[in-house]
């Protein structure tokens, strides 16, 4: 036995000696000792414990951001009284989009691309390859908007960190790409579960948004990493940071109606939130002003909301809890609503108004030049939703309404319509609630919101732009392998060409000396005008009665379709169908001859890139 492990010691020496020698890269000792791990270790072994290693990391992320802003918030709302609350609100929501505008600006070159849609980019366009600087910047960027009040969520900011994380770790490692997308998953998993205290629904996430037309058998790492993104958040946060929720109403079949009004309620708002989510960026977008005049122009409009409805300050999960613990009299005494005499209509106008003001103040918090994401806000919404619900349902009489009930489950039916994640949604609540025996009316409304959001847009708003381009993965999985490839790299440059004006002599010349099938014509512009076959010529060719009648230009046909270089390959292979061809040409913008691509390059590249995505 000793031996063995003086063996052992001596192989690691070994390998430390031979990898600092000859490595294209000196590195730090633990990754020599990872290098060593992977040497000896079996591909699953490796991957699982990379997804504790990226959990954990991704997990403490998470746990750091959320405390940062935690505290922050504790400042404002819990250690100064309500007047000078006032000047907090109007002067920090303000000062957190224009300084998170100027970090952006100066630190991170103006780079500011941020939310789920930069992770589905990477997984289909960058080969899982996402940036280090994603490993900080959503960090100190969220941080800072949200941290100083900012009216979005810290989810999504955790969830790009955790999947930059694995994506670096693999990257490392030089592990493929399929190995690479796993821990980027993985990493956004641990960010989700750290985040919630949900490993579940860190997992759920992970297959209903990035893992979206995406083939793989091995999901062991997603567990690791989930159950200890999680694992370290319950460990290190309070209970008041956590996403709990202790109070709630046992299930009632009953209720059910209640429920089913409650989802309708829910698609029909998560519309209208998306609906104002792509006004708002429209508007942002649209304004000829500079970065930080968008900045300055959001944080005001922002800190204004929020001196007139403070719940729209930062993540809002603190006044979901009032809802929940029947605290809402102490949420209205912090706002100007407290001059009004406490009445339930009072209460039921100020909830209404904070629901649909949240989705004005989310947009304008992320596209004026913040940073953070639509979980939260899509959470606080169904909240307030729900419990808006439950108090009309009371004043007009009815007895025993679900009101706690209502809250989570509006909840998850809001955030099912918003982010089209229902399962993510269903287990996210459950989770956090302890509440299992709500899955029947968590599944109701979900799938009701979800239904409804898809009977708008089969695709997510924030996604469609993106899903339209090829650029992310769809659940189309034909389309997202061919999205991988790119027109320029099929084109057979080789191509024989002959002028309009040519002899059929010169033709036959062309023909004798070249070894393909296929000819283009060109005019004196290198413009395509026809091509010809050797079918075209075959009928013709022994026959010398026509040999001083025919010309280039009377054998010549137009073709059936042309490919234009900057087409997609799903347009290239849609254009295949369409005309039966087993070649077309392919024109630059300028207009001239660029070459020809086969059907047969387009199928081969195709079932190279399908052994390379699958397995």
Not at 190 to 195: L, Q
Not at 226 to 238: D, E, Q, W
Not at 530 to 550: A, C, E, Q, W
Request: glycine content about 8%; hydrophobic content about 50%; some cysteine.
């Amino acid at each position: 036995m000793k031996n063995r492990d003086i063996k052992k010691y001596y192989n690691f020496l070994k390998f430390k000696r031979d990898f600092t020698r000859f490595s294209l890269h000196r590195v730090k000792s633990y990754e020599i000792v990872m290098f060593w791990l992977k040497s000896l270790l079996t591909r699953s072994q490796f991957l699982i414990l990379s997804g504790i290693l990226v959990g954990c990391t991704a997990g403490l992320a998470g746990v750091v951001l959320k405390s940062l802003v935690h505290y922050i918030h504790y400042v404002i709302t819990y250690k100064v009284h309500f007047e000078d609350q006032v000047f907090f609100y109007l002067i920090f929501p303000f000062s957190g989009i224009v300084i998170t505008s100027l970090v952006v600006k100066f630190f991170f070159k103006g780079l500011d691309k941020k939310g789920i849609p930069v992770i589905l980019y990477e997984i289909a366009q960058n080969a899982s390859n996402v940036s280090p600087v994603k490993m900080y910047s959503q960090i100190v960027q969220s941080a800072i908007t949200v941290g100083l009040g900012g009216s979005a969520g810290l989810e999504s900011p955790i969830a790009v960190t955790g999947a930059a994380i694995g994506s670096n770790f693999a990257q490392t490692y030089k592990l493929d790409y399929r190995e690479r997308t796993l821990l980027l998953a993985a990493g956004a998993t641990a960010g989700i579960a750290s985040a919630f205290n949900a490993p579940i629904a860190g997992m759920m996430f992970a297959f209903e948004i990035l893992l979206t037309g995406v083939v793989f058998s091995d999901f062991i790492p997603l567990v690791v990493a989930a159950v200890c993104g999680s694992l370290i958040s319950r460990i290190l946060l309070k209970e008041e940071v956590l996403f709990l929720f202790h109070t709630r109403d046992a299930f009632n079949y009953h209720n059910l109606p209640f429920y089913f009004i409650l989802g309708i309620f829910c698609g029909l708002y998560a519309r209208y939130f998306l609906v104002i989510t792509r006004y708002i960026e429209e508007f942002f977008h649209g304004l000829k002003m500079s970065r930080l005049q968008k900045a300055m122009l959001g944080g005001a409009i922002l800190s204004v909301l929020c001196v007139l409805y403070p719940p729209l300050f930062g993540e809002g999960y603190d006044t979901i809890k009032s809802f929940t613990n029947g605290e809402i009299k102490e949420v209205i005494e912090n706002s100007f609503f407290s001059f009004i005499a406490y009445r339930e209509w009072v209460v039921i106008v100020f909830v209404a108004v904070v629901c649909l003001l949240k989705a004005f103040a989310t947009s304008i918090t992320i596209y004026s030049g913040g940073n953070g994401g639509n979980f939260a806000p899509s959470l606080f919404a169904g909240g307030s939703l729900g419990y808006v619900m439950a108090l009309l349902c009371t004043q007009a009489g009815i007895q025993d309404v679900p009101m706690t009930n209502m809250i989570l489950v509006g909840m998850a039916g809001v955030m099912s319509g918003v982010l089209y994640a229902p399962l993510t949604a269903i287990f996210l609540i459950a989770e956090s609630s302890s509440g299992y025996d709500l899955f029947i009316p968590l599944m109701v409304v979900s799938v009701i919101s979800f239904l409804m959001a898809k009977w708008f847009s089969p695709i997510s708003p924030d996604l469609e732009k993106l899903a339209n381009q090829g650029k992310i993965f769809t659940r189309e999985h034909d389309r997202n392998l061919l999205s991988l490839l790119h027109t320029l790299d099929l084109l057979d440059k080789d191509a024989q060409v002959i002028k309009e004006n040519a002899t059929f002599d010169e033709l036959l010349e062309v023909v004798k000396n070249g070894k393909k099938n296929l000819i283009a014509v060109l005019n004196d512009n290198l413009t395509l005008v026809g091509i010809i076959t050797l079918d075209d010529l075959r009928p013709v060719l022994f026959n010398k009665d026509l040999d001083g009648t025919l010309t280039v230009g009377n054998l010549m046909k137009e073709p059936k379709a042309v490919i234009v270089e900057n087409d997609s390959v799903v347009d290239v292979a849609r254009k295949f169908d369409e005309t039966g061809s087993w070649h077309l040409p392919v024109i630059k913008e300028s207009g001239k001859f660029a070459g020809f691509i086969s059907k047969s390059s387009v199928l081969n590249s195709y079932r190279q890139l399908l052994q390379a995505h699958s397995g």
